[in-house]
């Protein structure tokens, strides 16, 4: 007999095994998927804030750009850094000690007393998010099953957006509370750490780390409790037999069957975050208000955005196992360059106000959060071989923290100083290279096992 993914929900895919255990693997995916909705939450949190900090610190374009970086370049720091010891001391270890952190750099940056102390707390906030943008995907790959797999990654993307939205809930509720309501808004990321914690506190390393450091009865059991015992046998079978080559070094990114995977990564992290994704997610009150929209307004018209990212977000549950990464990163790609290219027409048309502008916001956001995002957290960890995934991870999550910080750094100046034209234009295009890259250059995973994907890099290019 076989059954059907969440009882029917996804009616019309492939019939899954019965001997997959759904409701113990969608535990573990979503408990470390919920690394991502204190990721979004830190990231999208200072959208609302950031009016009053201008005010609060008397603040020029510049210096709001360093406020609103300064997250993510803690967060360089701390992505590097997790893809080393996440292979020495596991996934699961580093995850609480990030929740730790979490918890206690949200009640720092609602306390601070100075800009300087204020982007200190932020910097180290940012350590934490980029070690959990990096070890969070990790886990939930490792744990999940291919067939399951894709749609396991979209939790991760879904915690994402729900943190987004819930930062972008918190802004609009606290946004006449008084002068110091940024730090209330800064201060409620403590919630949602002491979930992320007391949920980690009952999961389970990944069988695969567990394999690497010789704990092989471990990762057996959690294996066969996972998939049943011959799924298991197999899985222990194929992970072994990836683990031949001696773990990973850093010249070892460098050797064939690798240092294409690496590229590939490596460009798509540049791509994710000069497409223009941030600048709409940390920016958003300011893009309105530049299309002439009152404070309160653009605040509200924030959640619009937010809800929007969340819904259809929820959209890449059911069709990124359907029709896989590639086709729906090329026609996210796509969708994206067309909005942007609509948003440069209207600016140079005299036509960039109203609702027309919410709407081609909405458009380009579609595009994005219903494919681009839930697909490059799936399709990331995928690419790497089992032996050096943890180290191999570095190069794309410390690279799209780089993208990010300079493009979140520089966007309110672009804006006001290069125009709104050019500023639209050139996301625009670097979309559609996003598209041809991706067209040309990104091997299909769906359904497949991480190990056979790992052979697919060796393989002479054609």
């Known amino acids: 007999m076989r059954t059907l993914w969440l009882n029917g929900m996804n009616k019309g895919y492939k019939e899954m095994p019965d001997a997959i255990n759904y409701r113990y693997v969608l535990f573990l995916a979503a408990t470390a998927a919920t690394g991502g909705l204190l990721f979004g939450f830190d990231i999208a949190i200072i959208s609302g804030a950031g009016p009053f900090l201008r005010q609060h610190f008397s603040l020029n374009d510049l210096s709001l750009g360093v406020a609103f970086s300064s997250l993510l370049f803690g967060c360089i720091v701390g992505s590097a850094v997790a893809g080393r010891i996440t292979d020495k001391y596991g996934r699961r270890s580093i995850l609480i000690w990030v929740a730790v952190l979490f918890a206690l750099t949200s009640a720092a940056t609602g306390l601070a007393w100075s800009f300087n102390s204020f982007l200190v707390a932020r910097f180290l ?208 790609s796509l969708g994206m360059t067309l909005t942007l290219l609509a948003l440069t027409l209207a600016v140079l048309m005299g036509q960039f106000h109203g609702m027309l502008v919410l709407v081609l916001i909405l458009a380009y956001l579609i595009c994005f959060c219903s494919c681009i995002g839930p697909v490059f957290w799936t399709l990331v960890p995928e690419i790497f071989p089992n032996n050096i995934r943890g180290t191999a991870m570095i190069v794309p999550v410390l690279t799209q923290w780089v993208a990010n910080a300079i493009v979140v750094l520089l966007f309110p100046y672009a804006l006001h100083q290069l125009g709104q034209a050019a500023t639209f234009g050139f996301l625009g295009a670097v979309s559609l290279v996003q598209a041809i890259f991706t067209w040309r250059y990104v091997p299909e995973t769906k359904d497949r096992p991480l190990e056979d994907i790992e052979k697919f890099w060796a393989e002479p290019v054609t």
């Open 125 to 332: 906030g940012g350590l934490a998010v980029g070690a959990v943008s990096l070890v969070s995907p990790l886990y939930v790959s490792e744990i999940s099953p291919p067939a399951v797999r894709g749609r396991m990654g979209t939790l991760y993307q879904m915690s994402i957006v729900t943190g987004i939205l819930i930062s972008y809930c918190v802004n609009y509720l606290l946004r006449d509370v008084g002068p110091d309501n940024w730090r209330w808004m800064f201060m409620t990321g403590v919630i949602p750490s002491l979930i992320f914690l007391s949920l980690l506190l009952v999961a389970t390393e990944t069988p695969r780390y567990l394999v690497m450091v010789g704990r092989r009865q471990e990762a057996f059991t959690i294996m066969e409790r996972i998939g049943g015992r011959a799924s298991a046998e197999l899985s222990m079978h194929e992970i072994t037999a990836s683990l031949t080559v001696q773990r990973g070094a850093w010249r070892d990114l460098f050797r064939p069957g690798v240092r294409r995977a690496v590229i590939v990564g490596f460009w798509l992290a540049i791509l994710i975050h000069f497409s223009g994704i941030n600048t709409v997610i940390d920016y958003a009150p300011t893009i309105f208000q530049s299309a002439g929209w009152k404070l309160d307004a653009a605040l509200l018209s924030t959640f619009v955005v937010g809800l929007t990212n969340f819904a259809f977000t929820a959209v890449s549950f059911w069709t990124i196992d359907r029709y896989g990464r590639r086709p729906l990163y090329i026609a996210g």
